[in-house]
């Protein structure tokens, strides 16, 4: 049973930073793409960030280019999105996603998802 568990949010001031993990049990976080996602209420769920299997290529929406770095620590099975200069549109939700498939340049669709975890809340005051 694939389990996907978020944690590192919380509340911080516009310009600061976090670092959000996914720890995953019941799949290998090295074989297939995994990926951030975020919703703020009232707005769909998009993408943020994502990684590919294998050599890692990394995906970012362009509203987080420069400020967020999606990675992975395969020994920990664990992926991170390192927030910085965040804000305050950076609040919302924010979902880990993990794939059984390869993501190819869908890294940063919602529907190549399969597990999603619970979410981890952050919140960016101005």
């Known amino acids: 049973q694939v389990q996907l568990v978020e944690s590192g949010g919380g509340s911080v001031q516009a310009g600061g930073s976090l670092r959000l993990s996914c720890a995953a049990s019941?799949?290998?976080?090295?074989?297939?793409?995994m990926g951030w996602f975020r919703q703020a209420p009232g707005n769909e769920r998009e993408g943020v960030a994502g990684i590919s299997a294998g050599g890692g290529t990394t995906y970012y929406a362009d509203s987080v280019k420069g400020r967020f770095t999606i990675s992975r620590d395969n020994a920990k099975n664990t992926v991170y999105l390192q927030m910085n200069s965040l804000k305050p549109e950076d609040t919302a939700m924010y979902y880990c996603?993990?794939?059984?498939?390869?993501?190819?340049?869908?890294?940063?669709?919602?529907?190549?998802?399969?597990?999603w975890g619970q979410g981890t809340q952050v919140t960016v005051s101005s």
């Open positions: 019941g799949y290998t976080v090295s074989s297939r793409c």
């Open positions: 996603g993990a794939a059984v498939f390869q993501c190819g340049g869908y890294a940063l669709s919602r529907s190549t998802y399969t597990y």
